[in-house]
């Protein structure tokens, strides 16, 4: 287990030791006097009409608070983050197994449950559209107003048709992907506290307690000055606390109540109610020169929004865009659909729509360089973008060099593997193949969506200097990431720095802690305030001491003047001196770098990465076993090593799982399964011991925007190179994930791979 | 089937006894009742919230304290099973003054989250206690209990390995 960089000055994160010492307290971990327990209503039905919905029995029940229904909703009985179309509770339709009908807070959570049984809801049961394809029928009942597609995406350019007619080799596939859970240990969960002047607190974890605060004043009814959210820490998220889930019960119950209120999914509710990744079918034909020139690209997506919108639209732009991955290929047509279907709520998981693209279209290349006999990393050096060509739609791009250079690690990585392979003896049962693969991966919105970011820094009353961003800490370490660059940047230690995210009464707006943003953003804030931050501040002690300011610096503990021995001033002198006079503070608002071509969630800044793998598949048992595992990562700067390392190592067993493992199956619109024991997430033994993580830092020449966020560029690559290896060692093809022993064993028979066969 | 009914059953058994226990060397005494389950009575009556629960059902670990010296899911113990015995969470650990477990997680990155490492680090105490050099074998079968769906667990790799070099 290696990486090319190691953490510096031995700092720990943050929030570690309240982590390793379980003194953290996580918002679902709160308590306040006089708190009620609130529980949710789930539907019984997966499509039904609501004909009535009674509440009185469980209303007597003593020990409960109250019951609420969508007739209690004070505002908009809706929420989405870009389309308010999900009902926080249902009037008379329900569209999927996670639709809420009624809630009730009460003394205990115990007598929450009771109560919620004697809850008598009458449905008349509607015909289920389990399928996209069912839903696409001319003769499929509509499931929304506008009927059943959410979303059509398509890029065009050149002509494919007469461009399939000059290929020499063409491959044409389909690949279907699962419904992957994100599985984060925390359920959703979290305390809502009014107050006496109208107001609320909503301690309860998101992704973007701005948006939160948002929708939750659209449903309340409420200006948004009048709710505060506390967003911050989470144990974990991976963009499946994005959108609101128990906020708007607990909020409403709360002020229904005027007691706080505590509302914690169980983790079968959380289940039924919570987004997944988006199950897709994807169909690719792709055609090259002979030559190993890849000249026209077809794809065909349909993905399965399931019951309500979400960010579906967004996610299914992103495998558009990431259709052609790092390569130019002159003549493309991509067309995708985001169908509704009365399945589980699909949106935004880490990744967002890349990986489904990514497994079809590394499919394809593997394929492609099989079917020309052309080796698989030349006819990727063949097709590869160079660092100034144009991003996949044609836009403007952020020029980088990273996806040759990833290309080119990998390419060795695989080489020394082959020499290894070659010494070690083959097994009777166990057939050993490594494989490879590339991501490439759009950070930031998009052009067109708001993609506000900033900061703010000051030294504040205590001394200290307080660092503030609008965002969250799901695990993924932005602390650090806050805390290195800070201290790197300013020149105080870690001791002097408070840093303060996760409430909306305290921070400035950074936008989302979402679409590997967050490092990029925290890198450009300060960057642009710390000129101005230490001019105000060098400018005052200036004034103090009478020494002149370029005589001054920042560091630890205070100001230094240069070459001296000690501070001249602390911080918490400095703070003293200006109690009373206005506040050392800097501000920065700017837009998330975005592409300066009008192309609808265009990408600007682009990471990339790339897997090499290798597999042992059993042939007795068709299991498939990951044994060694290269990431190379081309992201910029690495800022905070063991954060770095994290992200890249737990996104790929997280991917590892949803290649393997992982299916959040339906049928008939129901959860096959609710639990850690029928859906399985990798655990220590499934993964491999050896995993090396290689940084490239560099970036291209004059590139001005620095480290980019690497929360989802490792979870892309590896799915495909484990199909890779699979096909290395088995000489099979597998197009369905997650990957299953069945297909394997049957490849197996069918190569009469065994001795007796 | 109907989520909300299937998922709890209300006891009819409301009966509550006084439990006599240790957690973390301190004696406790509580009226609950005896199916209550350990990880409740220590979240919500002795208001120890490093242990957590994630799936309820002794599948992610999350919950994972030592029970006389023995790793057991909290979540799957219940009262009666604990009159008289010593619990020991992460809220003990270390107060004695050897850190070492907490200081090789926090050195080799072995948490992001923080959601499953209290119960992670009381499976490698476990694991340490009765293995102080753990092989990779070892360290695979003392920690399959616990999930981790943030670090990969190589974090928490490199931290046993750690421990096991004395390098904490």
């Not at chain 1, 020029?399 to 390419?411: D, F, K, M, T």
């Amino acid at each position: 287990m290696k990486f090319n960089i190691s953490e510096r000055e031995g700092r720990v994160r943050p929030d570690g030791m309240a982590k390793v010492t379980g003194d953290l307290k996580y918002l679902t971990d709160l308590t306040f006097p006089n708190m009620l327990h609130g529980k949710i209503l789930r539907s019984s039905y997966p499509h039904a009409n609501i004909v009535s919905i009674k509440t009185e029995r469980a209303e007597q029940l003593p020990g409960v608070a109250v019951v609420i229904t969508h007739k209690d909703v004070p505002g908009m009985n809706r929420f989405g983050i870009i389309f308010p179309d999900q009902p926080v509770f249902c009037e008379d339709k329900v569209r999927y197994m996670g639709d809420a009908i009624a809630a009730v807070a009460a003394e205990s959570e115990a007598i929450a449950y009771e109560a919620l049984a004697l809850i008598e809801v009458v449905y008349e049961e509607l015909p289920v559209i389990d399928d996209p394809k069912k839903a696409l029928a001319k003769d499929a009942p509509k499931l929304h107003p506008s009927g059943n597609i959410l979303h059509r995406a398509t890029f065009k350019n050149g002509d494919v048709s007469k461009a399939f007619d000059d290929c020499f080799t063409v491959v044409e596939e389909t690949y279907e992907l699962p419904r992957q859970m994100h599985a984060y240990l925390e359920t959703e969960g979290g305390v809502i506290v009014p107050k006496e002047d109208g107001s609320i607190t909503v301690y309860a974890g998101t992704q973007h307690g701005f948006k939160d605060r948002f929708q939750l004043a659209r449903i309340l009814a409420k200006p948004e000055h009048e709710i505060r959210i506390i967003s911050s820490p989470m144990g974990g998220s991976f963009g499946g606390k994005d959108e609101l889930n128990i906020q708007p019960y607990g909020a409403i119950l709360a002020l229904v109540t005027g007691r706080p209120v505590k509302v914690h999914h169980t983790r079968k509710e959380s289940v039924w109610a919570g987004l997944k990744r988006h199950p897709m079918r994807i169909t690719m034909k792709t055609g090259a020169s002979k030559t190993g020139k890849i000249v026209a690209h077809e794809v065909r997506i349909i993905a399965d929004t399931g019951a309500y919108a979400t960010l579906g639209p967004a996610v299914l732009d992103f495998a558009v865009e990431h259709a052609s991955g790092p390569y130019i290929i002159p003549n493309i047509d991509i067309e995708g659909l985001s169908v509704f279907t009365n399945n589980g709520v699909s949106g935004e998981f880490r990744g967002f729509g890349g990986n489904q693209i990514t497994f079809a279209l590394e499919g394809q290349i593997n394929r492609l360089a099989e079917a020309l006999g052309i080796d698989p990393i030349e006819l990727r050096r063949k097709n590869i973008r160079k660092a100034t060509d144009k991003g996949p739609l044609g836009q403007r791009i952020a020029p980088s060099n990273g996806a040759l250079e990833v290309l080119e690690s990998i390419n060795a990585l695989c080489m020394k593997q082959k020499e290894k392979q070659k010494q070690e003896p083959c097994s009777k049962w166990k057939r050993k193949g490594t494989g490879m693969a590339l991501a490439m991966h759009g950070g930031g919105l998009g052009f067109g969506r708001l993609d506000s970011a900033g900061g703010r820094l000051a030294l504040n009353h205590e001394g200290k200097i307080e660092i503030a961003f609008g965002f969250e800490e799901c695990g993924q370490g932005l602390l650090a990431v806050i805390e290195n660059i800070v201290i790197k940047e300013i020149g105080c230690s870690q001791n002097d720095l408070k840093i303060v995210i996760g409430d909306t009464a305290l921070v400035p707006v950074s936008g989302s802690s979402t679409a590997s943003r967050g490092t990029s953003i925290v890198w450009q804030s300060v960057q642009r305030m710390k000129e101005p931050f230490t001019q105000k501040i060098c400018k005052r002690v200036s004034q103090l001491l009478s020494i002149p300011e370029n005589e001054l610096i920042l560091g630890e503990n205070g100001l230094w003047r240069v070459n001296g021995k000690h501070p001249c001033m602390t911080y918490k002198q400095l703070a003293q001196e200006m109690k009373d006079g206005s506040p050392l503070v800097v501000y920065t608002n700017f837009h998330f770098p975005t592409t300066p071509d009008a192309v609808i969630g265009g990408h600007y800044l682009y990471t990339f990465g790339g897997v090499k793998v290798e597999v042992e598949v059993d042939l007795l048992t068709g299991k498939v076993k990951v044994t060694d595992l290269d990431h190379v990562i081309a992201a910029g700067p690495v800022i905070s090593p063991n954060g770095y390392r994290g992200q890249i190592e737990g996104g790929g067993v997280m991917s590892l799982g949803y290649t393997l493992m992982e299916e959040a199956k339906m049928e008939g619109g129901r959860y096959v399964t609710e639990n850690f024991d029928t859906y399985l997430i990798p655990g220590i033994a499934d993964i491999p011991f050896h995993t090396n993580v290689q940084a490239i830092e560099a970036l291209y020449k004059d590139d001005s925007h620095g480290p980019r966020g690497v929360g989802e560029i490792g979870t892309i690559a590896i799915t495909p190179a484990i199909v890779n290896a699979i096909h290395d060692a088995i000489g099979h093809w597998v197009q369905h994930l997650p990957v299953s022993s069945e297909e394997i064993l049957e490849a197996i028979e069918v190569r009469r791979m065994l001795e007796w066969t | 089937m109907d989520l909300n009914k299937a998922d709890h059953v209300v006891s009819k058994m409301k009966e509550e006894f006084t439990l006599s226990f240790l957690v973390n060397g301190q004696k406790h005494e509580l009226p609950v009742q005896a199916s209550a389950r350990l990880v409740d009575i220590l979240r919500e009556k002795v208001h120890l919230t490093g242990t957590k629960v994630s799936c309820g059902i002794g599948r992610c670990g999350a919950c994972s304290v030592l029970l006389d010296g023995q790793l057991v899911n909290a979540c799957l113990v219940m009262a009666y099973q604990v009159n008289g015995k010593s619990v020991l969470t992460i809220e003990g650990l270390g107060t004695d003054g050897n850190r070492n477990i907490q200081e090789a997680f926090l050195h080799e990155g072995g948490f992001q989250c923080g959601y499953c490492t209290s119960g992670m680090i009381m499976a490698v105490k476990a694991l340490v206690d009765a293995v102080p050099n753990p092989t990779e074998e070892d360290i695979k079968e003392a920690l399959s209990g616990n999930l981790c769906r943030c670090t990969g667990y190589g974090g928490i790799i490199r931290a046993v390995q750690r421990l096991a070099n004395g390098n904490a």
